[in-house]
């Protein structure tokens, strides 16, 4: 494989260039988090934009532009000193090109939408070599199917987001033994009336008598979010309880870090009691030690108030997504983490919702992006022929022309 590391646009175009005339295999890398690997290929052009990082802040206007293989993390580190904070995702390390080109929900989602809703525009190197903006008023079509259609339609080299005045948030982690699939069942019910000031994650330790650990990120009123936060506190009697008022990127970019993270994920239509007790089976036998099953991004909201056809990334209310979690520390594979994540994924594949968000789609084939994008996979489609008719871009969750 030939890594190519670009430091702008016409990098990018050369490299594409090259890619076409020698009718060899391309892949776009930004944070390297992509869940199935596929910005990472044996073989072929890797185009790597990690030096194409910068973060550039107009704090007076509220505007970043970001380039194309920056992670969240310098974003939100960015907009700290001015009490701004950016709609990305829970994690600080991965990149703002794949969470962005898939749609992004992250600690803000309830309050300020999905990462795409905060988009104002984007610069693409498309498969022919051009350079486009694609923004509300440049290339329309572009720009829409940018929003949550993936890596399909162009090498993005910097985005422009909207920031919000975030500065501090009640954030933290809560944490008790309990049985998960009383927890779960709470979890639901507490789900259903939180406010949109409220995002978490729970993530379950394995075993019978499981650790849940909360992590939690109320922005909003302080008073409120701790009136609204009573029922987790009370739920059990907590063993770990950091929750406290904060900066955003004090607690947003804190999280923990691992060497490696082997990650499967999906959605489910709510925490209805067959996926509880699909749940509760995995978390219940057990498994390596360090593995989680958690359970995240409630959809509900700002996140849920855009008009269904404004972007191609499908938010329904009331779905939930979940994470299989195994991480260590240290170089190599350790294959007993990865075959338990890949078995617990397959346990859980007839118990997701028919489409899932395609960030966490784990399971490959076309026809799980085909009902990931639902409605709007036409319009992909179309736009796709028109951007990139060879599918040049197609290590991703890929839409053909
Ligand atoms: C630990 C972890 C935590 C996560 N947390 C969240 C979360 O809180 N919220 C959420 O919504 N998602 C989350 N995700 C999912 C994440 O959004 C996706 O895995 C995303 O694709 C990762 O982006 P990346 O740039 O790091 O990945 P990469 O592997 O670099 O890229 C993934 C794909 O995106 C495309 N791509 C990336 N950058 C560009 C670019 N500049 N131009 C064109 N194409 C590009 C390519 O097709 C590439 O194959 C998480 C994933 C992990 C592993």
Same mark, same amino acid.
């Given at each position: 494989m030939l890594i190519v590391q670009p430091e702008g646009p016409d990098d990018v175009a050369r490299t594409l260039d090259f890619v076409r005339t020698q009718g060899v295999d391309v892949a776009v890398r930004c944070g390297g988090h992509d869940l199935l690997g596929v910005s990472t290929p044996a073989r072929g052009v890797l185009i790597d934009l990690s030096r194409m990082n910068d973060v550039v802040l107009d704090p007076v206007a509220g &505007?970043?532009? &970001?380039?194309?293989?920056?992670?969240?993390?310098?974003?939100?580190?960015?907009?700290a000193p001015h009490g701004l904070a950016p709609a990305l995702g829970m994690n600080p390390n991965v990149g703002v090109g794949g969470l962005t080109l898939g749609g992004g929900m992250g600690w803000l989602a309830g309050t300020h939408g999905a990462t795409v809703d905060n988009l104002l525009a984007v610069d693409v190197v498309t498969a022919d070599g051009r350079s486009l903006k694609a923004s509300a008023d440049e290339n329309e079509d572009l720009f829409w199917a940018l929003r949550g259609g993936g890596g399909n339609f162009g090498v993005a080299t910097a985005f422009t987001y909207r920031m919000r005045p975030v500065p501090q948030v009640l954030a933290g982690d809560i944490g008790y033994r309990t049985d998960p699939a009383r927890f779960l069942r709470f979890l639901r019910d507490f789900l259903a009336t939180s406010p949109d000031e409220l995002e978490l994650g729970v993530l379950f330790s394995l075993g019978s008598n499981p650790f849940a650990i909360t992590r939690l990120c109320w922005s909003g009123d302080a008073a409120a979010g701790a009136a609204a936060l009573r029922p987790l506190r009370t739920f059990a009697s907590p063993m770990l309880d950091t929750v406290r008022p904060q900066s955003y990127a004090g607690f947003a970019n804190g999280a923990a870090h691992f060497d490696n993270m082997f990650l499967r994920g999906g959605e489910f239509a709510g925490l209805g009691d067959e996926v509880i007790d699909a749940l509760a089976a995995i978390i219940e036998r057990?498994?390596?030690?360090?593995?989680? &099953?958690?359970?995240?991004?409630?959809?509900?909201?700002?996140?849920?108030?855009?008009?269904?056809?404004?972007?191609?990334f499908i938010r329904t209310p009331g779905h939930i997504l979940y994470n299989i979690v195994a991480p260590w520390q240290g170089a190599g594979l350790q294959r007993d983490r990865m075959d338990w994540a890949l078995a617990a994924s397959e346990a859980l594949r007839g118990v997701n919702s028919k489409g899932i968000y395609i960030n966490y789609l784990s399971y490959e084939g076309e026809a799980h992006v085909r009902d990931s994008f639902g409605p709007h996979h036409a319009r992909l489609r179309a736009i796709k022929r028109r951007y990139d008719p060879e599918n040049l871009f197609h290590h991703n969750r890929n839409i053909r022309a």
């Open positions: &505007v970043a532009r &970001v380039g194309g293989g920056a992670r969240a993390g310098a974003l939100t580190a960015a907009g057990g498994g390596p030690k360090d593995c989680l &099953v958690g359970v995240l991004h409630y959809m509900h909201g700002a996140l849920c108030r855009v008009p269904a056809d404004a972007t191609p």
